[in-house]
């Protein structure tokens, strides 16, 4: 198994940033992709970055795409989303997940194994 613990969310003004870490620790031999996913209140969980560690490739949500930036420190097994120039409509729990094995993606709910508590990111209007 897979836990992951995020830290980082909180409140800032529009335009603003904020730097989520997820720590991973267990099996993290066997995760194959990473990802950071928000769901905002009403609205169904989106991927927002995902980072895969075999090719060290990254995929954006076009919204935040130029703003976000996903990152990883293997040695300390975590990882980063860098949120830049913050807008309201950011605002949302932000998730860590985890696919664990050989393939597949981490920009779908059904491919993710493992999923953090979650962070919360306020962003005023």
């Known amino acids: 198994q897979v836990q992951l613990v995020e830290s980082g969310g909180g409140s800032v003004q529009a335009g603003g940033s904020l730097r989520l870490s997820c720590a991973a620790s267990?099996?993290?031999?066997?995760?194959?992709?990473m990802a950071w996913f928000r769901q905002a209140p009403g609205k169904e969980r989106e991927v927002v970055a995902a980072?895969?560690?075999?090719?060290?490739?990254?995929v954006y949500a076009d919204s935040v795409k130029g703003r976000f930036t996903i990152s990883q420190d293997k040695a300390k097994n975590t990882l980063y989303l860098q949120m830049n120039s913050l807008k309201p409509e950011d605002t949302a729990m932000y998730y860590c997940?985890?696919?664990?094995?050989?393939?597949?993606?981490?920009?779908?709910?059904?491919?993710?194994?493992?999923w953090g508590k979650g962070t919360l990111v306020t962003i005023p209007s």
């Open positions: 267990g099996y993290t031999f066997s995760i194959y992709c």
């Open positions: 997940a985890v696919r664990t094995g050989a393939g597949g993606s981490c920009e779908g709910f059904y491919g993710i194994d493992y």
């Open positions: 980072f895969y560690t075999g090719g060290v490739s990254t």
